[in-house]
C-alpha cells in the first residue's frame, strides 16, 4: 500500500503545481482547458478518456474560483 499511496501523493502534487502553474501564467480558457487536458491524459494514464473533461472541467472551476467545488 505505501508505493501506491507514494504515486497518489506524486501524481496529486503534480496537478497542484500544473494548477499553481496556470494560476501564474494566465491564458485564454479555451487554451487553458486545451492545457489541462493535454496534461491529464500524458501525466495521469489510469484515467479514463471519458472522464479527462470532467476533470478539466473541475481544475478549471478551482483555478477560476480559488475554491473547491464540491
Do not use: Q, Y
Not at 48 to 62: G, L, N
Request: hydrophobic share 45%; aromatic share 2%; glycine share 8%.
Amino acid at each position: 500500500m505505501k508505493g501506491l499511496d507514494i504515486a497518489l501523493a506524486v501524481v496529486g502534487g503534480a496537478l497542484v503545481g500544473a494548477a499553481a502553474a496556470l494560476l501564474l501564467a494566465p491564458e485564454k480558457g479555451s487554451t487553458t482547458r486545451r492545457h489541462i487536458r493535454e496534461f491529464v491524459k500524458d501525466k495521469c494514464p489510469f484515467v479514463k478518456e471519458s472522464e479527462v473533461d470532467a476533470i478539466a472541467d473541475k481544475i478549471e472551476s478551482v483555478i477560476e474560483t480559488g475554491t473547491k467545488n464540491k
